[in-house]
Structures are given as structure tokens and as C-alpha cells.
């Protein structure tokens, strides 16, 4: 009887501690892409919740899995921590939020999606509305929450995401939903862009790895690495990713590549072998990275590579190659892609892709935490004659 209402106090307690922001609530669905790609957005969200200073719902992340046919939702402490974010804006996790707040802030009849314009669905039709469960991940994420929409909400074209140019977004956007009348805005898809503006980078500073992450990372480099500093690198290799370099050719930017060509290409030029770097490129640059740490730091050189990939890790033919310099390349046995993020993060250098949007958060915590990074085939190796932007001329499908 006493420990019953003893769980009862404590559930009233838990309860009252958490109140409605008057000022209002961002949610949306992680939509677009795998893990890095929700990432940027989940930055430009942060930053855009901010701006409106409404409270930012977070999302769990959505994942897919072999042999599932519907995307599987997972929470977003799993991999982050809650309390880190609240030193730059406030946040709920969507699970905390539909739990104890939504009930009564957003019943059912008042649950409006928000979107640009109209969106078609599957069949082809748009219904005059966002079709927000409309296909695979948008329906199973809000079905996760037993979320049905009442109706449909188009903020096009007058509004848009960007509160970063001009000093009016923001505020255009809180007179035309006041919080008073519209508690909640719940995006179809994630009000923020890819790759994620310049202005937003800095915040992954407050993105820190839970305690689980934290702590396999730091557990596996101890028992598992030899004594000694290591290098991480990420392989993209994938068929998918095979294809999509593809497009390099008929693109001045893509995906991720801000990160090194610039937002304006103010650095230089896409190039086939920045998507897709050869044998030669990977194993030429990281014996360079080696020797320039071991003259830098003769008393801790580098005695291992990590090696994060969606396929190809290379193992036994970086193992032959730097063989002779008494360094050994690994890779995580449980292939798990977020412990393989940790883990480059603490890394004495990187390199990454620079068109990876997985590449792309290593690099962003990297220098949140003052830790060096580089990249494949970049700056391109000079080989002939200059060209405008500091390159050399191209010798291998430079566009």
C-alpha cells in the first residue's frame, strides 16, 4: 500500500515538473534520408525552434532495417543526450511530449500538419492537403504516436525556413500562427535544409553522445586498439553511393560537399575522385597523415586505422599497405554506424568524405571539440598546371 502510493506521488511529482510552453511547440518528421541527412535537419531545426522561440519536439530517429518494410522509430535519447541541448534552446523528447502534454495541449480535432504547399500521395492524388502519412517513413513515425491529422495547413509561399536572411521570417511567422491559437506546428517534414545552412553548424556543440555511446567508444578504443594515437576513416563504397557519384558530373555541389568546396564552390570544384576516392588516393594520403603526426608527436605515433564503412572496409588491403610502418587497420566487429561515429570522433585525425553527410557529423563535432580533420582527394593533388581556385589541371574527371 505504501510503495503504491509512493509510485502515485511520484508520478504527480514527475507530472506537475513538467509545464506548457506558452510560447509553443515545433514538431516534425525526420523524413528525408538515413541518419546523417536527419542530422542536418535536426541542426536547422534547432536553430529554427529557436528563432521562433517555440520549444522543439525532438524526434526519434527513424531507421530502416533488413527484412522490415515499415521505418523503425528510435528514440532520440538513444543516442544523444536531452540535457546538453537545453544550454542553447529548450527541447522535449516527442515521446515526453505525447505522453503527458499532448492530451490536452493537442487533442486529436486540433491536430493540423504543416506544409509548403500540397503534397501528392501515393495514389497520385494530393486531396488538397499534406498527406502527411502519406508512404514509407511519414506514416509508420506518426503511427508510432497514434497520431491521426484532422487537417492540413499550407504556409507557401510567403513563409519559409530560412530565419538566418533578413530579420523578419521569424517574426512574419509568429504573427500568422500565434501560439495562443496554434500551440503546435507539426511539419510533414523537417522545417530546416540540406545540407544544413553555414549559420547552423556551430550547433552541434550541444549534440553530445549518451552515456551508452559515450562509454562503448572509449571501451573499445582501450581494449581494443594497441597503445598509442589512431587515425579514423570513413569509406563510402556502398552501391548506392556508387550511383549517386554519378551525378558529380552534372553538379557543382552535392550532398555534403559544402563542408570543403564551400557553399559558394569559393574552395574549389566537385571532382569524381572527391565522391569516390581509388586504392592509390586512400593509401597515398594515409601514409602521409602517418608520417606527418609521427614528426609532429614522435612520442605517441599512430598505431592504428579505424575504418567506418557502408561496405568496402578495406581491411585486408590497407593492412598489406601499411604493413612496413607497424600500423594496424580495424574496424568494429558489431558494425554498428553510431558507435562507428563515436569512435571517429576521438580520433587523433580524420578523414572523411567530403561529399558524406556521415562524414559530415564527425567533422562538425570534430571541430566543435578542436580535433583536425580532413578529406579524400582534397585539396586535389597538383600534378600540372595551375588552374583558377588553386587546383591543378584535371586528370581525373574534374568538373
Not at 502519406?134 to 491521426?148: A, I, K, L, Q, R
Request: proline share 7%; net charge positive; hydrophobic share 40%.
Amino acid at each position: 500500500m505504501y510503495r503504491l502510493v509512493g509510485l502515485l506521488l511520484a508520478f504527480l511529482t514527475f507530472a506537475h515538473s513538467i509545464t506548457v510552453d506558452e510560447h509553443g511547440y515545433i514538431m516534425y518528421c525526420p523524413c528525408m534520408g538515413r541518419f546523417g541527412n536527419q542530422a542536418d535537419h535536426f541542426l536547422g531545426s534547432f536553430g529554427f525552434a529557436k528563432a521562433l522561440n517555440r520549444t522543439l519536439v525532438l524526434p526519434p530517429w527513424v531507421e530502416y532495417r533488413k527484412g522490415e518494410v515499415r521505418s523503425i522509430q528510435v528514440p532520440f535519447d538513444t543516442y544523444f543526450q536531452v540535457g546538453p541541448l537545453q544550454a542553447f534552446h529548450r527541447v522535449i523528447t516527442m515521446e515526453n511530449f505525447m505522453k503527458t502534454l499532448a492530451p490536452s495541449l493537442w487533442p486529436p480535432a486540433e491536430r493540423i500538419s504543416f506544409c509548403y504547399t500540397e503534397r501528392m500521395g501515393l495514389d497520385g492524388s494530393t486531396g488538397h492537403g499534406c498527406n502527411a502519412k502519406s508512404g514509407n517513413p511519414f506514416g509508420p513515425f506518426w503511427d508510432t504516436f497514434e497520431v491521426e491529422f484532422a487537417g492540413s495547413e499550407f504556409f507557401g509561399p510567403k513563409l519559409n525556413y530560412d530565419i538566418h536572411h533578413g530579420d523578419s521570417m521569424a517574426r512574419r511567422w509568429s504573427e500568422r500562427y500565434p501560439a495562443a491559437k496554434w500551440p503546435v506546428l507539426a511539419f510533414t517534414g523537417a522545417p530546416a535544409a540540406f545540407p544544413v545552412q553555414q549559420e547552423n553548424l556551430l550547433l552541434h556543440r550541444y549534440l553530445r553522445w549518451s552515456v551508452k555511446y559515450e562509454t562503448g567508444a572509449k571501451q573499445f578504443i582501450r581494449d581494443t586498439l594497441p597503445r598509442g594515437a589512431f587515425i579514423g576513416v570513413h569509406l563510402r563504397n556502398g552501391i548506392d553511393w556508387v550511383r549517386a557519384c554519378e551525378h558529380v558530373k552534372e553538379s557543382s555541389n552535392l550532398f555534403s560537399s559544402p563542408q570543403c568546396l564551400g557553399y559558394r564552390n569559393e574552395h574549389g570544384q566537385l571532382t569524381a575522385e572527391l565522391c569516390m576516392p581509388g586504392r592509390d588516393t586512400i593509401i597515398r594520403q594515409l601514409k602521409r597523415q602517418i608520417k606527418l603526426h609521427r614528426e609532429a608527436a614522435p612520442d605517441n605515433p599512430i598505431r592504428a586505422v579505424f575504418v567506418a564503412s557502408d561496405s568496402n572496409h578495406m581491411l585486408g588491403e590497407l593492412n598489406d599497405a601499411l604493413k612496413r610502418m607497424d600500423v594496424t587497420v580495424v574496424r568494429h566487429p558489431d558494425g554498428n554506424p553510431h558507435l562507428d561515429l563515436a569512435i571517429l570522433g576521438r580520433a587523433n585525425h580524420f578523414i572523411g568524405n567530403c561529399i558524406s553527410s556521415y562524414s559530415a557529423f564527425v567533422k562538425r563535432e570534430r571541430d566543435a571539440n578542436g580535433f583536425p580533420s580532413s578529406f579524400w582527394a582534397f585539396p586535389p593533388e597538383k600534378s600540372g598546371a595551375k588552374v583558377k581556385g588553386g587546383g591543378s589541371s584535371p586528370q581525373h574527371e574534374e568538373l
